[in-house]
Structures are given as C-alpha cells and as structure tokens.
C-alpha cells in the first residue's frame, strides 16, 4: 500500500549551537543525514530513545527549525524555496500534535472558540456555518457538542488531547506531526485515542508522522517505522517487518525489552545500552557505527567507518554492516 510522497527528508543534518561568544559555543548534532518519506493515508513512526533526535524531526518537518545540511520537500518541492503564499499553504496542510495540551489550549478560550478562531483564520466563512463546522469537528474528534463550552480546565487530558486533534483538523490538513501525543494519558485513554486517530486517517486520509517513546502504540499505528539512535535512523521498514526481523542489534535491544521497559503501561529507565558511554559521558563519537560501543555483534569496520544504509528486504533498510 504505497501511498503518493507527501512530506519528505533528505540527507537532513540538523546542528544546534549552544551557548554564545566565541570560546562557548558548542555544537550538538541532533540529526545526522536522515532520508525518510511521509506518505498519503499512512502512518510513519519514529520510535528511539530520549535525545535521538525524534522531536528535531519533527520540528525539521513542520518546518519550525531548518536543515544545516540537505533538505526538507512537501509534494516534492524544497519547503525553504516556498513563498509567503505557499508556506502558508503548506502550514495549512501540516499540522502538529504535541503531548503538552494544556500549553496548547488557551486557558481564557471555549473549546468551541479555540477550534472557531482557526477556522477563521483558514476558512474566513460566516458566523453560522463556523458554529456548524467546530460541531462536526468536535464530533469527528470523538467530543460531545456540548463541549464546545468547556474550558480547559474543565476538561479531562484526554478530551484536551482531543480538542487539540478537533483544531488541527479544521484546516483540513494532509498530515499531522504527532509528538508524544498519548505520553501523559492513562493506559485505557491512550487506547481509545489511538482508536480515533486510526478512524480519522481512513476517513480524512490523513498521513501521520507519529513520535513515541513507546513501541506498542508505534507497532499498533504505524505502517512504517524508523529507529533512531543518537540523532541517526538506524532502521527503517514495514512495522511487521521490522518487528518480525529486526536488522539492527539496537531494533532487537529495543524489541526485547518491550516488557520490561514499557510493562505495566509504566515506562522505566532505558536499558544501559540504550544511554551508552559517548551519551552518559557527554561525548560524541565522530566517525563509526554510533551503537559500537554496545553492540553485541560489532567488528573491527564498525569502529572505523559508519556503516551505510542497505536494503534487507522491501523498503526495509538497516545502518549495520552485520
Ligand atoms: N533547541 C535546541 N538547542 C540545543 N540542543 C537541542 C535543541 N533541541 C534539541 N537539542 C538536542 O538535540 C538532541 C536531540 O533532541 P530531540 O529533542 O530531537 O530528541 P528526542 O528523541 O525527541 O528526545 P526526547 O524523546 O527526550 O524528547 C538532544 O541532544 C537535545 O539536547
């Protein structure tokens, strides 16, 4: 099921620099030459572990930070050539989710007026068929109506969670970036949302780049996933084929501590070889596999050249010369 190219990520390095003056700036690679697609009506997840670079992904595809290297396309043009017109557009079409709903809502605002000011903002259509519109958004989010009068603080997390999702649909967008969307929900409501974001892909075709600690809410939504691991996608493929043949010795890692990181829907420490060395020391490694100091199966090419991205099976690619 190959969707059209929406969104995608090419040979995308992202540096932050931190500090300021001359002696004090220190750069941080947050990305390292990503290559990854968004598809229509199809969920990419992107699962790894804290400081991997996920979220910089994200902001590199809302266009929210730019690229130091390569480039970010939509519909296969470089989003840094768009025009005013056009950016707008394409901020029309990409929308985000982030876990921070209470950040998002406006605390002096109605649900009903938060979803009304973006349809304002994008449709700029008379007062009665907003009213009827933020109606059927509230709907299609899984609301009652009669939350249209609510206040943020008269609302559950998860029915904040889904106003968030009601507004970002009133721009009728083509993806959504969804960082962490579930991560501060309880279990049960974590479900019930993912249940909605499902139904909504099918019936808005909607694609989703989908951000998450967590390996069961990526396996239940994603079509594809990717792997990051200190800031470089070490894997990337069909979600079952990724699960049902890990490539990567850290995929595995990951995948076998399934229940003991994320069992009883409470998530720990990530295991030793997921921190590493370089990560607790604050070191970065500049050349070799990223994962080489924990890999169970590394060789001597592994310490002295990063290994390329090869193709195991279709569209399923692995960083690892194993
Ligand atoms: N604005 C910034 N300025 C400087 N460094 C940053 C900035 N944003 C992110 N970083 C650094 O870039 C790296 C990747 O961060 P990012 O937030 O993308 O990772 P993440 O996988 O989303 O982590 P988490 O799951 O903990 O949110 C980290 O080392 C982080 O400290």
Redesign the pocket.
């Known amino acids: 099921m190959k969707g059209k190219t929406l969104l995608e990520l090419r040979g995308v390095t992202k540096e932050?620099c931190?500090g300021s003056g001359f002696l004090s700036t220190r750069r941080?690679t947050?990305?390292k030459n990503i290559s990854l697609d968004t598809r229509t009506g199809e969920t990419l997840g992107l699962i790894?572990?804290?400081?991997?670079?996920?979220?910089?992904?994200g902001k590199l595809a809302l266009g929210l930070v730019k690229p130091s290297q390569g480039m970010v396309l939509y519909k296969g043009r470089n989003i840094e050539e768009f025009k005013a017109a056009e950016f707008t557009e394409y901020r029309r079409q990409v929308q985000c989710i982030f876990q921070d709903v209470t950040g998002t809502l406006n605390p002096l605002m109605t649900a009903g007026s938060a979803i009304k000011e973006v349809l304002s903002f994008h449709h700029g259509k008379g007062a009665e068929d907003i009213k009827q519109k933020t109606a059927r958004l509230l709907n299609l989010a899984g609301l009652r109506t009669d939350i249209f009068y609510a206040y943020p603080h008269e609302l559950s997390g998860g029915e904040k969670q889904r106003v968030c999702l009601a507004r970002s649909l009133a721009t009728e967008p083509a993806l959504l970036v969804c960082d962490e969307p579930l991560a501060s929900l309880d279990i049960s409501v974590q479900t019930q949302i993912l249940q909605t974001f499902r139904r909504l892909q099918v019936s808005q075709n909607l694609s989703y780049l989908f951000?998450s600690?967590d390996l069961r809410v990526i396996r239940y939504i994603s079509h594809r996933i990717g792997v990051?691991y200190k800031?470089e996608l070490v894997e990337l493929g069909p979600v079952e084929e990724v699960f049902s043949h890990p490539g990567h010795p850290y995929t595995r890692l990951l995948i076998s501590a399934m229940p003991r990181i994320f069992g009883g829907g409470k998530q720990e420490a990530a295991p030793e070889s997921e921190r590493g060395p370089a990560e607790a020391s604050g070191k970065q490694k500049s050349h070799g596999c990223p994962y080489y100091d924990w890999c169970p199966e590394r060789a001597e090419i592994c310490r002295r050249n990063a290994p390329p991205l090869r193709l195991l099976g279709p569209e399923h690619w692995v960083k690892c010369y194993m």
């Open positions: 932050y931190i941080v947050a990305v790894g572990g804290s400081g991997s670079g996920k979220t910089t992904i951000i600690h990051m800031g």
